[in-house]
């Protein structure tokens, strides 16, 4: 048995043909539709990106426990149990957030890896000389950005960008071994996320008299660009997605040359998708997260059922890919992990939750059942976040560093949960910012909490406000699955649920 994952990240599922956006270019994203089974009711668990992967390894939520970090000691990693078996897992990635403190340890869970350097300002070559930078909107301040510029300026040539190199290694691992039997390879790609660097080809699917300062790297803020700007922006996407769409396509090309249809499992999957001023907005962490963000793309064959072009309305999330996976290969699933094998989803659209939990840590705690979602804010403002937030953890580190001499002198130790193996565990005590991220907190709480009917409102511009039934079904499964997950208490605190318990 082998298994391929297709990972993008930032990859928009209302962008998508198969989704039923009827302007940008992806035929390839439409042939992949009709070769495996297309999920309408898939969600994030945590995010952003290191929380979604290391979901991804263990098969459980992130965001209840502690925010962007490490993988920790008590974890258990899908690849490192394919690996432990005798089957060879791979990474191929250019998320550049690996190399980060608080991403150290991930790709070491696999046999092998190799990775793509220069995506978003990534501190990757050295070049000191003064640099020519056009006029542009938005970016990175201070040297994040500039080294963004130094990085495009060795990948002029799409065969020199970071997707380019990314693809080529993965085809160079299925074209190695595509004879051989018992291999995952995850082929994890970090673009569409921003900045939107793509070759003039790709944009050129999309004409545009634009002629205003380039703008392909939104920051992530209320909307205060012109009308215009926003368009090219937009664009600017739709022409990287263009680019993902034609490096899927080499990957099925490769799957049909070898016939690898009839005993490879294929996954294409992302992390979270992104605001492209939807709701006022830029991005996906400082404002709540509706599903342009939450609500995701996925496609799965299964060889064993042979399902496909055809669609799956029952409710998954990333936590279900690691036992999917490790049950695909004839594993256990080991007891802490907390998602579901799909492989009944996949063959008859089996259900496997009612609810499902998603969000980022010290943010809203949201809830849906497909039709609805509950976005639970912290009652109290920043103040009654910051007395009942808390990471826990045996890896202190943020995105791009350790947490701080001052933070651990007020550590405690707190007792194991659950998950942890017997471990006992730091408790370190939140900020008044996004931790790890350094963005004011005040605007996560915009709108309070807030209920939607995403069937009948899918754009969520009407929040419900006279329909308490259904917000106490909505509240009541959120506190169940908290407890589910062993939550610690102060979160019931935060969020003003301390009578549901």
Same mark, same amino acid.
């Given at each position: 048995m082998r298994a391929i994952m297709v990972m993008f990240d930032s990859l928009n599922r209302h962008m998508l043909p198969p989704y039923g956006c009827t302007w940008t270019h992806a035929p390839n994203f439409? *042939?992949?539709?009709? *070769?495996?089974?297309?999920?309408?009711?898939?969600?994030?668990?945590?995010?952003?990106?290191m929380p979604a992967r290391r979901e991804l390894h263990t098969g459980r939520y992130n965001f209840l426990h502690r925010s962007w970090g490490p993988m920790e000691p008590?974890? @258990?990693?899908?690849p490192r149990i394919l690996r432990e078996n005798g089957i060879h897992s791979h990474l191929v990635t250019d998320h550049w957030h690996y190399w980060e403190e608080g991403g150290t340890n991930y790709h070491t869970k696999y046999s092998t890896y190799e990775g793509a350097r220069g995506q978003e300002g990534d501190f990757w070559k050295g070049h000191l000389a003064p640099l020519d930078i056009p006029e542009h909107l938005d970016g990175k301040p201070g040297d994040w950005g500039r080294q963004e510029y130094v990085n495009r300026y060795y990948m002029r040539e799409e065969e020199n960008q970071s997707q380019a190199v990314t693809f080529r290694h993965g085809l160079e691992f299925i074209e190695t071994n595509h004879g051989e039997d018992n291999w995952f390879l995850q082929l994890e790609e970090f673009d569409p996320h921003e900045p939107f660097f793509v070759p003039k080809k790709y944009q050129d699917l999309y004409p545009s008299d634009y002629d205003g300062p380039e703008f392909d790297w939104p920051a992530y803020h209320r909307l205060?660009?012109?009308?215009?700007?926003?368009?090219?922006?937009?664009?600017?996407?739709?022409?990287?997605?263009?680019?993902?769409?034609?490096?899927?396509?080499?990957?099925?090309?490769?799957?049909? *040359?070898? @016939?690898m249809w009839k005993d490879t499992m294929l996954i294409v999957n992302t992390d979270h998708g992104f605001l492209l001023g939807e709701h006022d907005w830029w991005g996906k962490v400082m404002m709540p997260f509706y599903n342009e963000i939450a609500h995701t793309p996925l496609f799965i064959w299964d060889p064993r059922c042979g399902k496909k072009g055809e669609r799956r309305s029952a409710l998954v999330q990333t936590i279900d890919l690691a036992p999917t996976l490790l049950e695909y290969?004839?594993?256990?699933?080991?007891?802490?992990?907390?998602?579901?094998?799909? %492989?009944?989803?996949?063959?008859?659209?089996?259900?496997?939750? @009612? /609810?499902?939990? /998603?969000?980022?840590?010290?943010?809203?705690?949201?809830?849906?059942?497909?039709?609805?979602?509950?976005? %639970?804010?912290?009652?109290?403002?920043?103040? *009654?976040?910051?007395?009942?937030? /808390?990471?826990y953890t045996l890896m202190p580190a943020y995105m791009k560093e350790s947490f701080s001499v001052e933070e651990l002198r007020e550590a405690s130790l707190a007792p194991a949960f659950s998950f942890t193996k017997g471990a006992p565990l730091l408790k370190v005590r939140g900020t008044e910012k996004i931790p790890t991220m350094g963005f004011p907190a005040k605007t996560l709480y915009d709108g309070g909490h807030m209920l939607f009917d995403v069937e009948k409102d899918p754009g969520q511009q009407h929040p419900i406000r006279d329909d308490a039934a259904a917000e106490e079904r909505m509240i009541r499964a959120m506190v169940a699955l908290m407890k589910e997950n062993d939550c610690p208490p102060e979160q019931y605190r935060r969020l003003g649920l301390e009578k549901y318990l």
């Open positions: 439409a *042939r992949l539709a009709e *070769r495996t089974v297309t999920f309408d009711n898939s969600y994030v668990g945590s995010m952003p990106c008590y974890d @258990d990693s899908m205060r660009e012109t009308p215009e700007q926003v368009k090219e922006c937009i664009r600017q996407y739709a022409a990287l997605l263009s680019m993902c769409d034609e490096y899927l396509g080499k990957v099925l090309d490769m799957m049909d *040359r070898y @016939d290969f004839g594993l256990d699933i080991p007891r802490d992990m907390m998602g579901h094998v799909l %492989r009944k989803t996949i063959e008859d659209d089996t259900k496997v939750r @009612d /609810f499902a939990l /998603f969000g980022m840590h010290g943010c809203h705690v949201n809830v849906t059942d497909g039709h609805y979602v509950y976005m %639970r804010a912290t009652e109290g403002g920043i103040e *009654r976040n910051n007395d009942n937030l /808390f990471n």
